[in-house]
């Protein structure tokens, strides 16, 4: 078996952002030459989280709202009483989840017809780390 890892760096501009990676992935995956294997995809952050779903800007609007509303910003957290601000990125991360694994197939991500691959910055404006890992032959 054969690995592939690659560390990415993302700072976004914005507090909150959700960027497509996808095409990034496939560039790793094709530079890896793994042809039937998978790819791990891992926020390195507990405030940062990683998906798989449609790309289509309503929905991720609609994404946002939802998280928003179930871990608002600005509440008071008990987090905060160690000096941070950013509780609710902490729980937006635990409902989103930090990883995904993605099939190869043929040197190809094995993704359905709508699926992306996005990465989701809750605490931005400064930089955060992404792991991507190629495993297979």
């Known amino acids: 078996m054969?690995?592939?890892?690659?560390?990415?760096?993302?700072n976004t501009d914005n507090k909150r952002e959700y960027l497509n990676i996808t095409k990034k992935i496939k560039s790793?995956?094709?530079e890896s030459n793994i042809k039937e294997g998978m790819v791990l995809v891992s926020a390195k952050h507990i405030t940062a989280g990683v998906y798989i779903n449609d790309a289509e800007e309503g929905f991720i609007k609609d994404l946002d709202e939802f998280l928003e509303k179930m871990a608002p910003y600005g509440r008071h957290y008990y987090h905060h009483q160690t000096g941070e601000?950013?509780?609710?990125?902490?729980?937006?991360?635990?409902?989103?989840?930090?990883q995904v694994i993605v099939p190869i197939t043929k040197g190809e991500l094995d993704l359905g017809t709508w699926q992306e691959i996005y990465y989701a910055e809750f605490d931005g404006k400064r930089p955060k780390k992404l792991l991507v890992k190629v495993m297979g032959e």
């Open 85 to 98: 601000d950013n509780g609710d990125a902490h729980l937006k991360n635990i409902l989103m989840g930090h």
């Open 2 to 10: 054969k690995f592939h890892t690659v560390n990415l760096t993302f």
């Open 28 to 30: 790793i995956v094709e």
